[in-house]
Nanobody, 126 residues
Framework: QVQLVESGGGLVQPGGSLRLSCAAS????????IGWFRQAPGKEREGVSCIRPSGGVSYYADSEKGRFTISRDNAKNTVYLQMNSLKPEDTAVYYC???????????????????WGKGTLVTVSS
């Protein structure tokens, strides 16, 4: 069955960096769009970024542009999210998602997600 397993979360100081990984299995990874969403305590889940199957096209939410970079290694069935210049407001559970489509609009819609991972917690605090 479809599995998405996130890793790489943890505690980091403001201004620091983390790299999240999403290991996928159970489907033809290189045919699917993959995204990252996050959910902060008391807030709705929101889109962060997505990447198309070839890896050549990606989109970011406005607040992440210039700080986060999504990439994928289709040989390893893995998607990465490099997060730099982290802020306390980036604190959230980060979810990997298999998406039906990947566009600037898609990352604003949880309805674009067909499968979710269980999430990894990122805490940005001094």
């Amino acid at each position: 069955q479809v599995q998405l397993v996130e890793s790489g979360g943890g505690l980091v100081q403001p201004g620091g960096s983390l790299r999240l990984s999403c290991a996928a299995s159970g489907f033809a990874f290189d045919y699917y769009n993959i995204g990252w969403f996050r959910q902060a305590p008391g807030k709705e889940r929101e889109g962060v970024s997505c990447i198309r199957p070839s890896g050549g096209v990606s989109y970011y939410a406005d607040s992440e542009k210039g700080r986060f970079t999504i990439s994928r290694d289709n040989a390893k069935n893995t998607v990465y999210l490099q997060m730099n210049s982290l802020k306390p407001e980036d604190t959230a559970v980060y979810y990997c998602a298999r998406m039906s489509y990947c566009t600037e609009v898609a990352i604003t819609r949880v309805s674009a997600v067909s499968y979710w991972g269980k999430g990894t917690l990122v805490t940005v605090s001094s």
